[in-house]
T-cell receptor, first 114, second 111 residues
Framework: DAGVIQSPRHEVTEMGQEVTLRCKPI?????LFWYRQTMMRGLELLIY????????DSGMPEDRFSAKMPNASFSTLKIQPSEPRDSAVYFC????????????FGNGTRLTVT | DAKTTQPPSMDCAEGRAANLPCNHS???????VYWYRQIHSQGPQYIIH???NNETNEMASLIITEDRKSSTLILPHATLRDTAVYYC????????????FGTGTRLQVFP
């Protein structure tokens, strides 16, 4: 079991550029979550999917953020255009559909927007 | 979901038991208590969860008071690798959708 895999591990970009973060969930997991972590706001849930369908995107900060899950083994979080305040660590997590199953997190993508 | 209150930081000597408290005085009857931890630069890691009975696994024990208004996570023999931020979360059982993380307790294990 390779765990949840995120790429890239680090991303540095200039303000106004498009940024795409990628996530491969654990095989067989039905749920996928995107979180963002900053010193000021802690861990925030942005959006989650069930069986590739977005269920709740109320945490997405604004229209510049979008997330997709084209299939069960891949998801992307895109920021266009990026801004310095988007600088954070972005985590992807997945879990099975079994009640009370734990979340498994990836090691995150550290995004720096200059 | 019920809110939780945790001390911002704690220290523990290596080899001793670390007891991390959590208050959740507004917890409802169908809400579970979950514990996760986050070691520096890594994603959060699941530790344990429970409803009203005490629980134990290979990582830790969870003690929930009879009135369910508070709980304690116990690491029986803390090691330096247990230094992390520990999050206590309450959530309705079944689906753990929208787990909301608070600020947690920063546990420092010292030699």
């Amino acid at each position: 079991d390779a765990g949840v895999i995120q790429s890239p591990r680090h991303e540095v970009t200039e303000m106004g550029q498009e940024v795409t973060l990628r996530c491969k969930p654990i095989s067989g997991h039905d749920y996928l979550f995107w979180y963002r972590q900053t010193m000021m706001r802690g861990l925030e849930l942005l959006i989650y999917f069930n069986n590739n369908v977005p269920i709740d995107d109320s945490g997405m900060p604004e229209d510049r953020f979008s997330a997709k899950m084209p299939n069960a083994s891949f998801s992307t979080l895109k920021i266009q255009p990026s801004e310095p305040r988007d600088s954070a660590v972005y985590f992807c997590a997945s879990r099975t559909g079994t009640a009370n199953s734990p979340l498994h997190f990836g090691n995150g993508t550290r995004l720096t927007v200059t | 979901d019920a809110k939780t209150t945790q001390p911002p930081s704690m220290d523990c000597a290596e080899g001793r038991a670390a007891n991390l408290p959590c208050n959740h005085s507004t917890i409802s009857g169908n809400e579970y208590v979950y514990w996760y931890r986050q070691i520096h630069s890594q994603g959060p890691q699941y530790i344990i969860h429970g409803l009203k009975n005490n629980e134990t696994n290979e990582m830790a024990s969870l003690i929930i008071t009879e009135d369910r208004k508070s709980s304690t996570l116990i690491l029986p023999h803390a090691t330096l690798r247990d230094t992390a931020v520990y999050y206590c979360i309450v959530r309705v059982g079944g689906n753990t959708d929208k787990l909301i993380f608070g600020t947690g307790t920063r546990l420092q294990v010292f030699p």
